[in-house]
């Protein structure tokens, strides 16, 4: 099993910035793409963000794209999250995971097959 540790997170007001930070315990064929997930109250859980281990390619979901950037770390199994000009409807809890590449990262993440998961670290962002 894939252990996943997150942290960052918090409050801001809108328009402001947070970083989230994630560290998989190792990358195998299950866990060479790692994504940001997250989850508002009453929603679904969508995939906002994945990164290619393989490639160091990124990919991101249409509501973010422009404000949201991941990134690798120091380490191939450190992701990064730097979410800026974030607005209210960005509250939620987000959640790191892995899973396996399927022609692509994203693709994979929206049909629900990361399968590690880390515990999830709020971000609330206040208007």
């Known amino acids: 099993q894939v252990q996943l540790v997150e942290s960052g997170g918090g409050s801001v007001q809108a328009g402001g910035s947070l970083s989230l930070s994630c560290t998989a315990s190792?990358?195998?064929?299950?866990?060479?793409?790692l994504g940001w997930f997250r989850q508002a109250p009453g929603k679904e859980r969508e995939p906002v963000a994945t990164?290619?281990?393989?490639?160091?390619?990124?990919a991101y979901a249409s509501s973010v794209k422009g404000r949201f950037t991941i990134s690798q770390g120091l380490t191939k199994n450190t992701v990064h999250l730097q979410m800026n000009k974030l607005a209210p409807e960005d509250t939620g809890m987000y959640y790191c995971?892995?899973?396996?590449?399927?022609?692509?990262?994203?693709?994979?993440?929206?049909?629900?097959?990361?399968?590690?998961w880390g515990q999830g670290t709020q971000v609330t962002v206040t208007s």
């Open positions: 995971a892995a899973g396996p590449f399927k022609a692509g990262c994203m693709a994979p993440a929206r049909s629900g097959r990361y399968g590690h």
């Open positions: 190792r990358i195998d064929d299950s866990s060479r793409c």
């Open positions: 990164w290619n281990t393989m490639d160091d390619t990124n």
